[in-house]
């Protein structure tokens, strides 16, 4: 167990359709990223917050949002689902200080998503 | 950009055997590297990092690798497998003062008891 939990467990959506995926951070933490894992391959960034800002992302349209919370917990939204957004989506958090970490990420559990 | 490969898709061992993993990255930086492991139904595990100092490192559960700058590779080894090691096992880099993180396509390895 990492300290990293996520909400749901797995979600059934269809195609157009909106989802929200939630996580919170190993205690201490203040950063969050966000992975999806596609069957059969690694994680693959998505994006970044720290402060409540993204802070980095990766090669994903803008239909793919976040947010972060005071708390440090986060939200992914994913608009106008495709079935290609079938996947494990992680959460991974660490914690910042002045500068980019060079700590461990912790990941969770995920949320298996199946868009139908 | 950089990029991770794993050669080895599926890798079956009896046990006591020993284990070695590939791992090649593309980035002409400096990079950090990670093997993470997720054993069936649980989430990504931490196995072992290496940063800076002793290119060989020491992870958990006698796993180790060794960074070969001069080959771009980060293989994981283990001289005896047992049958928990059952797992699906992904090398991951991040390049220095950047936390994103870029994961091979992953191995699977199963163990025959």
């Known amino acids: 167990e990492t300290g990293v939990t996520q909400s749901p467990t797995h979600l059934i959506k269809t195609r157009g359709q909106q989802v929200t995926l939630r996580c919170s951070s190993q205690?201490?933490?203040?950063?969050v990223s966000w992975y999806q894992q596609a069957l059969g391959q690694g994680p693959q960034f998505i994006f970044q917050y720290y402060r409540e800002e993204e802070n980095g992302r990766g090669n994903f349209p803008p239909r793919f949002s976040g947010l972060q919370f005071p708390n440090y917990s986060s939200e992914l939204n994913v608009n106008a689902l495709e079935l290609d957004d079938s996947a494990l989506y992680l959460c991974a958090s660490t914690s910042r200080l002045a500068g980019p970490s060079t700590d461990t990420q912790y990941f969770g559990p995920g949320t298996r998503l199946t868009v139908l | 950009a950089q990029s991770v490969s794993q050669h080895n898709h599926h890798v079956i061992l009896s046990e006591a055997a020993s284990l070695e993993l590939g791992c090649n990255y593309s980035y002409g930086g400096t990079v950090n590297l990670f093997w993470y492991v997720q054993y069936p139904g649980q989430h990504l595990q931490l196995l072992l990092k290496?940063?800076?100092?002793?290119?060989l490192v020491k992870g958990i559960k006698g796993f180790e690798a060794e960074f070969i700058k001069s080959k771009f590779s980060f293989n994981l080894r283990k001289p005896s497998v047992q049958w928990s090691d059952t797992a699906e096992y992904f090398c991951?880099?991040?390049?220095?003062?950047?936390?994103?993180?870029?994961f091979g396509t992953g191995t699977r390895l199963t163990i025959i008891p």
């Open positions: 290496y940063f800076s100092g002793d290119p």
């Open positions: 991951a880099v991040n390049a220095f003062g950047n936390e994103k993180l870029t």
């Open positions: 205690s201490g933490h203040n950063t």
